[in-house]
């Protein structure tokens, strides 16, 4: 059934009963309006435009990473930076996070430490509170649980359902990067289990293992969209994989899509690294999770506004439902796009 | 170093940075005032008094529970009434769960259904709405996350560190029997494995199980004491055991506590089953944990306001700091309260 089919079906009939439950399931977060208007015990009854948002991702060691490779302190840092992405992808401001530990015997305090260090860093980066959370011994490996608040005012937050027909597809940074390091970690732990003295290649590929290890949310490119005066129609972080993430927000905005093949945004490192593991980088870019970037729809008039905007691409526009959605290769051929993403629940590879 | 001690060391020096967050680690919930004042990006800026309240738990198979002698939907309804109980705790209102999963291969979709289900029959008498989640598979055993939003005017809030001497201390409903109730199942579970035939001894004893496997929070309490005009000046849920919940309110209010072996509230069959199990009942009473009940001190102005009050005991009184924390045993004896509670970090007793 699959980690969508699964939740879907879960809450499938769920009916909100709080009025101030905005947003349930469905979006990268929940939106909840606490004005005191929804509120008789509250002794002011004005409406207010500020909304909360709530995230929450778990990682489970084994499924989630893989601690043969990934160190501590970066873990803590990506768990804390995924949930950040969450909110971002809401046009929102992250603000406090809880974080739930499950810890089995075979993790030192140090160890504790060292990823809690790197989950207070990516809260010092983006200005997140760490406001509570539960902390418990664990029978097996490491399990982590992380829910994020944040804050945007009603007019400012972008849902999955907004691309309207014709509206430009944008999409920051590059693609398929973070699927790239993983593949390189995986080959390299190979190599030294072989031999424990190989030498092992990560020169000049050091950028995949940051984009792997230690990913970023587009904070920056929030930033840029709005000092240029542009809101972006939908948008979510591309966490599953691209193909993934545009069938949501089609699928959402009963639109389709078209984007192109020569369009998409792919790093030479991890180019360079597909030719030399034989593999297909546009089907990295298109199904590699893990990338934490942000994928939006805009209005065309937006185009010109668009344009200066730093490490953002354009890769295609928003058709008629009926036109489906698909790649335009480099020869003109047109291919239907699959969710085949990074889906922690079907398979094994790592996705957060 | 223990759950508590943990949890204190990697969070000793966090510095809240965001103006919304009220109260970080350290109480029952986080608090947060997300009124539009704090941010100038929001349109109206009028303060409110609204606010939120964030709590979480994280339960894990085998340390939490045991699906031996849990069923799921129990589980899963224990899983969000813990959360509800730690809102109420601050005399505030649930309103929104988010619900992460880790499921390893052994249960089926109908397992996870009926786990759901027991989410959604509580939020449903709670008044509560299932917000977002997140859902995985895992390697290993069963995982439940999950956070709790709720709200509270600030002038209703009541913390841990409030209680001022010579104030009452009072309990609701009655202690140590959730942990009869486990006694009784590991008894019972044991019986099973040394014969599959053996007729097993629940009979007289149905309260005790349902305070173990369907624990309520005690919502009603605080509507007890909103009708009679009495707001406590200190307030914790009884999750750990009452001897660890009353140090930590003494601990943070800055008093000592004496309390009367005589005045503990014990259920009839909580004691039989004690008796019958050579089990101490009062020490039980003080350690046992998983009552979910609500531990609060009140001025002793309001005495004459709470006897009225339904399934609410007065235990004690607060005492300066220098008398320390005492139990008066029925013969006039003092004993030093010591936090000997379910905590889930130093053993593996059930505890949630």
């Known amino acids: 059934m699959g980690e969508f089919g699964l939740i879907k079906h879960?809450?499938?009939?769920?009916?909100?009963?709080?009025?101030?439950?905005?947003?349930?399931?469905?979006?990268?977060?929940?939106?909840?309006?606490?004005?005191?208007?929804?509120?008789?015990?509250?002794t002011m009854h004005n409406a207010s435009d500020v909304r909360v948002l709530m995230t929450t991702d778990m990682l489970l060691e084994g499924i989630h990473f893989n601690l043969e490779y990934v160190p501590l302190k970066h873990l803590g840092y990506k768990a804390a930076v995924v949930n950040f992405s969450d909110i971002y992808a809401m046009n929102g401001t992250p603000t406090q996070i809880t974080v739930s530990l499950g810890i089995s015997r075979r993790f030192s305090v140090e160890d504790i430490e060292a990823l809690y260090s790197g989950i207070r860093l990516a809260c010092e980066k983006y200005g997140v509170d760490i406001v509570g959370g539960d902390t418990c011994a664990s029978m097996t490996g490491l399990t982590i649980s992380i829910t994020c608040?944040?804050?945007?005012?009603?007019?400012?937050?972008?849902y999955r359902n907004g691309a309207k027909l014709n509206d430009l597809i944008c999409v920051s940074g590059n693609l398929g990067t973070a699927y790239m390091g993983l593949q390189l970690l995986e080959r390299e732990k190979l190599v030294a289990q072989a031999d424990e003295k190989a030498q092992l290649q990560f020169e000049?590929?050091?950028?995949?293992?940051?984009r792997q290890l230690k990913p970023e949310a587009r904070r920056d490119i929030l930033e840029s969209l709005r000092k240029a005066g542009v809101k972006p129609t939908a948008m979510m972080d591309v966490s599953d994989g691209l193909s993934s993430e545009l069938l949501h927000i089609c699928s959402q905005s009963?639109?389709?899509?078209?984007?192109?093949?020569?369009?998409?945004?792919?790093?030479?490192?991890?180019?360079?690294?597909?030719?030399?593991?034989?593999?297909?980088?546009?089907?990295?870019?298109?199904?590699?999770?893990?990338?934490?970037?942000?994928?939006?729809?805009?209005?065309?008039?937006?185009?010109?506004?668009?344009?200066?905007?730093?490490?953002?691409?354009?890769?295609?526009?928003?058709?008629?439902?009926?036109?489906?959605?698909?790649?335009?290769?480099?020869?003109?051929?047109?291919?239907?796009?699959?969710?085949?993403?990074?889906?922690?629940?079907?398979?094994?590879?790592?996705?957060?």
């Not at 608040?149 to 972008?158: N, Q, R, S, T, W």
Request: charged share 25%.
């Open 10 to 42: 879960l809450t499938k009939d769920i009916q909100p009963v709080q009025p101030s439950t905005k947003k349930a399931v469905g979006d990268d977060c929940a939106v909840m309006d606490f004005s005191p208007i929804h509120n008789s015990q509250f």
């Open 149 to 158: 608040l944040g804050v945007a005012a009603e007019k400012d937050i972008v």
């Open 204 to 210: 000049g590929k050091e950028y995949l293992l940051e």
């Open 254 to 352: 009963n639109v389709g899509c078209c984007i192109y093949e020569d369009k998409l945004p792919i790093d030479y490192q991890a180019a360079a690294l597909a030719e030399e593991m034989n593999l297909n980088i546009v089907t990295c870019a298109l199904n590699g999770g893990e990338d934490y970037e942000l994928l939006f729809t805009c209005s065309l008039d937006d185009y010109e506004k668009l344009i200066p905007i730093d490490d953002l691409y354009i890769i295609g526009h928003i058709t008629k439902p009926e036109h489906g959605c698909n790649l335009i290769g480099r020869n003109g051929e047109e291919i239907t796009l699959k969710a085949q993403g990074w889906n922690a629940f079907s398979r094994s590879a790592t996705k957060s």
